[in-house]
């Protein structure tokens, strides 16, 4: 079964950094994209960011040029740097990954959600 942890959510203050990290485990076969969402109470999901197995990256233009995102395939982990963070930033944060697993010899598709880390952005 796979499983994800995510960490490194908390308070902040407008101007300030965090990062947050989010683990894979499990009978792992290949990663694909591998994604952080967030979502404030009554408003609908957004995709921060995207990480491709290729390389390519991709962000949401609210947080371009403050977030970066990475991933360390050999650690099954995927990372969110967000600096100059904002009020507005405040909400829940939720790592996707999409990949393969290996059940009985057999690759076989996984899409799994983390259980959101809360970032709060205030003074």
């Known amino acids: 079964q796979v499983q994800l942890v995510e960490s490194g959510g908390g308070l902040v203050q407008p101007g300030g950094s965090l990062r947050l990290s989010c683990v894979v485990s499990?009978?792992?076969?290949?990663?694909?994209?591998m994604d952080w969402h967030r979502q404030a109470p009554g408003k609908q999901l957004e995709l921060v960011a995207r990480?491709?197995?290729?390389?390519?990256?991709n962000y949401a233009d609210s947080v371009s040029g403050r977030f970066t995102i990475s991933r360390d395939n050999a650690k099954y982990t995927v990372y969110l740097q967000m600096n100059s963070l904002k009020p507005e930033d405040t909400d829940v944060y939720y790592c996707?990954?999409?990949?393969?697993?290996?059940?009985?010899?057999?690759?076989?598709?996984?899409?799994?959600w983390g259980q959101g880390t809360q970032v709060t952005v205030s003074s």
């Open positions: 996707n990954v999409k990949g393969e697993r290996l059940i009985g010899g057999r690759i076989a598709s996984f899409d799994i």
């Open positions: 990480a491709r197995r290729s390389g390519i990256t």
């Open positions: 499990g009978n792992i076969y290949d990663l694909l994209d």
